[in-house]
């Protein structure tokens, strides 16, 4: 899928969010400014995350929760360097809670992620263009 503004990726995750459910866990992977945290912000607005425009990256305090039709819990990796580090930050609660768990830079966490999560891709293609590419392997 390829979406031209940020405000189409935002529609985009807002979309997908609809197909989300209760100990859902996504994982955004894509280089930096391809759209992860753009697409995050459509999800919290479709889980009705008030100001969910105003969702960013949770860089430096790794984590974020969001009240919405189902919790959401937001997840950054970009500044751990090993799994250890990911375990210490206790991710895997996160994953097997009662909302839905957007973990950014999730190719690092990629040994203890659940067996059944949904991969999103991102690549960008232009100024503003982002190829988005979902893999759902819950079923």
């Excluded at 955004?28 to 919290?44: A, E, H, R, V, Y």
């Excluded at 969001?66 to 206790?90: F, M, Q, S, V």
Aim: net charge positive.
């Amino acid at each position: 899928m390829l979406t031209r503004s940020a405000k189409e990726t935002i529609r985009l995750g807002k979309e997908f969010a609809g197909r989300l459910r209760k100990g859902d866990v996504v994982a955004l992977c894509g280089d930096l400014g391809s759209g992860k945290t753009t697409f995050t912000k459509g999800i919290g607005n479709g889980l009705g995350v008030k100001d969910a425009l105003h969702i960013n990256s949770p860089t430096f305090v790794l984590i974020k929760e969001y009240e919405g039709r189902l919790p959401l819990y937001h997840l950054d990796l970009y500044r751990l360097n090993d799994l250890k580090d990911i375990e210490d930050i206790a991710v895997e609660e996160y994953m097997y809670g009662d909302g839905v768990t957007i973990i950014e830079w999730a190719e690092k966490a990629k040994k203890i992620l659940p067996k059944k999560h949904i991969v999103v891709k991102f690549k960008v293609k232009g100024a503003e263009e982002r190829e988005i590419r979902i893999e759902d392997l819950r079923d």
